[in-house]
């Protein structure tokens, strides 16, 4: 696996650290893994792209995960103020997951995609990235 899940409950904060390869098949395996997590519905996430050596997702990767998502249950007991955010300072990264990130929005789910790690950092309410209480992955 080429990610971490990390928990910080007194955040209420799932980070993902990702690394090495991203493919469509990696994207699935965490949906599944954040989705199973027992407090998947209340809290925030923090997606670091930004240790990605390949990035192998495609457009048809894309619309699978958001058709999976779009009819997962858990989302629909999901918080709906939880903020999700990407960092993904790579263009292709960037502009992959601001692909993803409106095609979500078609289904209620707001995802903010960001170049610059301290407005990332920000926009969660952080002001450095925590790694505690490895979950997953």
């Given at each position: ?21 991203v493919d469509d098949a990696e ?57 999700i955010v990407v960092y993904a ?49």
């Open positions: 696996m080429t990610y971490k899940i990390y928990e910080d409950p007194e955040r209420s904060l799932f980070t993902v650290s990702f690394g090495g390869l994207l699935l395996r965490l949906m599944d893994e954040l989705y199973r997590l027992p407090n998947f519905a209340n809290f925030d996430q923090f997606i670091d792209f930004s240790r990605i050596k390949r990035y192998a997702v495609t457009p048809n990767g894309m619309a699978n995960y958001n058709a999976i998502s779009k009819d997962r249950p858990e989302r629909a007991v999901a918080k709906k103020n939880r903020k300072p790579d263009d292709l990264a960037f502009g992959m997951t601001r692909l993803l990130a409106t095609v979500a929005s078609n289904s209620g789910v707001d995802i903010e995609v960001f170049r610059d790690l301290p407005k990332a950092l920000d926009f969660i309410g952080l002001d450095r990235l925590p790694a505690q209480s490895e979950k997953n992955g």
